[in-house]
Nanobody
Framework: QVQLVESGGRLVQAGGSLRLSCAAS????????MGWFRQDPGKEREFVAV????????SYADSVKGRFTISRDNAKNTVYLQMNDLKPEDTAVYYC?????????????????WGQGTQVTVSS
């Protein structure tokens, strides 16, 4: 079992930056692809970014490419999402997730473990 806890979400003005953290416990995340998803009330859960368990390769949703950066520190068992140039449409609950089967999965149903989420609100 992997337990995931997100932190770092808060209210920020458009154009600002935030760094979200996802701290894992229970198992090392070095063998897991780690993803970030987000969800607004009434909308489907949306893929944001993923980082592979080997080589550090990444993939991003088009809506965040060039603004968001996912990274991992396996020694700290933590994954990060650096978010720059935030826009009101980035407002959502952000979830961290882990899967051990697909290195670049964008499908939420391919992830095995989830955090409880952290709220990001971007004001215009």
């Amino acid at each position: 079992q992997v337990q995931l806890v997100e932190s770092g979400g808060r209210l920020v003005q458009a154009g600002g930056s935030l760094r979200l953290s996802c701290a894992a416990s229970g198992r090392t995340i070095s063998r897991y692809a780690m993803g970030w998803f987000r969800q607004d009330p009434g909308k489907e859960r949306e893929f944001v970014a993923v980082i592979a368990w080997s080589g550090g390769g990444t993939s991003y949703a088009d809506s965040v490419k060039g603004r968001f950066t996912i990274s991992r520190d396996n020694a700290k068992n933590t994954v990060y999402l650096q978010m720059n140039d935030l826009k009101p449409e980035d407002t959502a609950v952000y979830y961290c997730a882990a899967n051990s089967r697909y290195q670049y999965s964008r499908r939420w149903d391919e992830y095995d473990y989830w955090g409880q989420g952290t709220q990001v609100t971007v004001s215009s």
